[in-house]
């Protein structure tokens, strides 16, 4: 479904992904792991065409969108949820929802409101807060704003960076369940974390980032029980 | 005292113009991330727009403020053209040079096109007065204020109503974000761009309008008052840059019952100059915070 073929991109002299190779098939859930700083966030910026890529070729359904603009491969039919959720902090959580639905014109108003149900019943504590600004939501429910957002122009592929960055425990483990619930749902997903073990866990396939290239690849479970990856990442 | 209250009165009218101008430059601002130094030239545009549409087809408000938005809308998209379009990725202060340069060709070129000496401003509003206790209103003041009501509430409307206002508030507030959900992020600016010279088209020629002339010079002066108007209300906060023109309209006013009404334009930045030191952020509260 997406398909990523050695993928370089640098900010000025500074190379953040060299050669990168991976791919995604419908209805899997893929994960990339890695430090702080090894690449995983350029690497979806990349996909999404928010960074100029120095070679390399990302193709999405069959089409090459190496060097298409973001909205374009978002109205193809691919959501990334950014890193820092993004929220719109001055639009209302329901404005938000309808800014997500930009990514899919051509949708009558009934429908996008029917979306926007479906959304609210995903994510009830959103519904109380419709007409809050999305600046004045606490950071779970900023990230439960930011998936669903994502998912209001039903995308083929959502991709998630860090859904669990700053997040409480508890919280971290309700986000992941909604995750699984999303996929079982029929969607594609790539999965962006440093919380390896959570990740790799929910994971059909995994890639492991190392200072810009890919390390080590294998499903959920080999990862898992990977010595190496298991000493670096999951602390022993 | 009789005096300083009609002098509020004027400074609302003339503050109301102000404000219109200063939500066109805060929308601008707000949409494309970038100060401009060509609005002033962009609201003498309209103004000129306006002038020759009384003049020669039709001498009849509305048509005039068609005209005048029209016409700055057109000359948003050249600024877009010129000055954006190429620099989004490139240091600011490239952009905001090119306003500069812009500005001074429009401003030359508005001198051998249009003649350079001041031209009067056909008087389309059909005058009387009204009376409120001590207070004389007139025809123009009362339809100005009109205008500029109406055509606020448009824009609330469009702002807070429609698909187009979530895109341009999105842009506004994250471009990445807007980008990220679908938002043809290049073309809300050109949008935002266009309807916010628009905006000052139609406040340039109210301001002509109520001075009753025009020449291609007045741009420079129009234009700092919108800054300060939209920089004293925090500059990309619509409903502030308004609160701040009426202030600054008011105060303007109220200044020139004390002193001669050369020194009209000191108060202006004066004012401006105290609301920077004592509020650096302007006078709008920051977004985002729990109130």
């Given at each position: 479904m997406l398909k990523v073929e050695n993928l370089s991109v640098s900010y000025g002299y500074v190379t953040a992904l060299t050669d990168v190779s991976f791919e995604i098939h419908q209805g899997e859930i893929v994960?990339?792991?890695?430090?702080?700083?090894?690449?995983?966030?350029?690497?979806?910026?990349?996909?999404?065409?928010?960074?100029?890529?120095?070679?390399?070729?990302?193709?999405?359904?069959?089409?090459?969108?190496?060097?298409?603009?973001?909205?374009?491969?978002?109205?193809?039919?691919?959501?990334?949820?950014?890193?820092?959720?993004?929220?719109?902090?001055?639009?209302?959580?329901?404005?938000?929802?309808?800014?997500?639905?930009?990514?899919?014109?051509?949708?009558?108003?009934?429908?996008?409101?029917?979306?926007?149900?479906?959304?609210?019943?995903?994510?009830p504590r959103l519904k109380e807060r419709r007409n809050q600004g999305g600046g004045t939501l606490s950071g779970g429910e900023q990230q439960m704003l930011a998936i669903a957002r994502g998912l209001m122009?039903?995308?083929?592929?959502?991709?998630?960076?860090?859904?669990?960055?700053?997040?409480?425990?508890?919280?971290?483990?309700?986000?992941?369940?909604?995750?699984?619930?999303?996929?079982?749902?029929?969607?594609?997903?790539?999965?962006?974390?440093?919380n390896a073990a959570m990740a790799l866990s929910i994971a059909d396939r995994g890639y492991v980032l190392e200072s810009g290239r890919i390390a080590l690849s294998g499903t959920g479970r080999e990862l898992l029980n990977d010595q190496q990856v298991r000493s670096i990442y999951l602390g022993g | 005292m009789e005096y300083i209250l009609i002098q509020f009165v004027n400074g609302l009218c003339q503050g109301s113009i102000y404000a219109l101008m200063a939500i066109g430059y805060a929308s601008i601002v707000g949409v494309t991330g970038l100060v401009t130094f060509a609005y002033g030239e962009v609201m003498m545009i309209g103004a000129f727009a306006a002038y020759y549409t009384f003049q020669y087809f039709a001498d009849q408000l509305l048509v005039g403020i068609l005209a005048s938005f029209a016409a700055a809308a057109c000359m948003g998209f050249l600024v877009y053209k010129i000055c954006y379009e190429r620099f989004f990725d490139k240091p600011r202060h490239i952009s905001l040079i090119c306003t500069i340069g812009f500005s001074m060709l429009v401003k030359n070129l508005a001198q051998i096109l249009f003649g350079a000496n001041t031209k009067a401003m056909p008087s389309v509003i059909q005058n009387f007065f009204l009376d409120i206790g001590p207070v004389r209103i007139n025809a123009v003041q009362l339809i100005i204020v009109a205008t500029v009501i109406g055509l606020s509430g448009a824009l609330y409307l469009l702002f807070n109503k429609t698909q187009a206002g979530i895109r341009l508030r999105a842009v506004?507030?994250?471009?990445?974000?807007?980008?990220?959900?679908?938002?043809?992020?290049?073309?809300?600016?050109?949008?935002?761009?266009?309807?916010?010279?628009?905006?000052?088209?139609?406040?340039?020629?109210?301001?002509?309008?109520?001075?009753?002339?025009?020449?291609?010079?007045?741009?420079?002066?129009?234009?700092?008052?919108?800054?300060?108007?939209?920089?004293?209300?925090?500059?990309?906060?619509?409903?502030?840059?308004?609160?701040?023109?009426?202030?600054?309209?008011?105060?303007?006013?109220?200044?020139?019952?004390?002193?001669?009404?050369?020194?009209?334009?000191?108060?202006?930045?004066?004012?401006?100059f105290i609301v920077l030191l004592l509020r650096p952020e302007g006078l709008s509260k920051k977004e985002g915070i729990r109130p």
């Open positions: 994960t990339l792991i890695g430090s702080n700083g090894a690449g995983k966030t350029t690497c979806l910026m990349a996909i999404s065409g928010l960074v100029p890529k120095e070679t390399g070729k990302i193709t999405f359904l069959g089409i090459d969108i190496t060097h298409k603009s973001p909205n374009r491969i978002v109205n193809m039919g691919m959501s990334h949820v950014p890193e820092g959720r993004q929220i719109f902090p001055s639009l209302s959580v329901h404005e938000n929802l309808l800014a997500g639905a930009m990514g899919r014109p051509g949708r009558t108003k009934a429908q996008i409101a029917e979306q926007v149900e479906r959304m609210f019943s995903l994510f122009m039903d995308p083929d592929i959502l991709m998630l960076d860090e859904p669990s960055l700053g997040l409480a425990p508890i919280l971290v483990e309700e986000i992941f369940a909604l995750i699984q619930n999303i996929h079982r749902q029929g969607k594609t997903i790539l999965l962006i974390e440093q | 506004n507030q994250s471009r990445q974000a807007a980008a990220l959900v679908g938002i043809n992020v290049k073309r809300t600016i050109l949008f935002g761009n266009c309807l916010g010279c628009g905006i000052g088209g139609t406040a340039g020629m109210l301001l002509a309008i109520y001075y009753q002339s025009l020449s291609p010079t007045i741009g420079s002066t129009f234009g700092n008052k919108a800054f300060a108007s939209a920089v004293a209300g925090g500059m990309t906060s619509i409903p502030w840059a308004a609160g701040g023109g009426v202030l600054i309209g008011v105060i303007e006013n109220i200044g020139t019952a004390f002193l001669p009404n050369s020194y009209r334009d000191v108060f202006a930045f004066v004012f401006l």
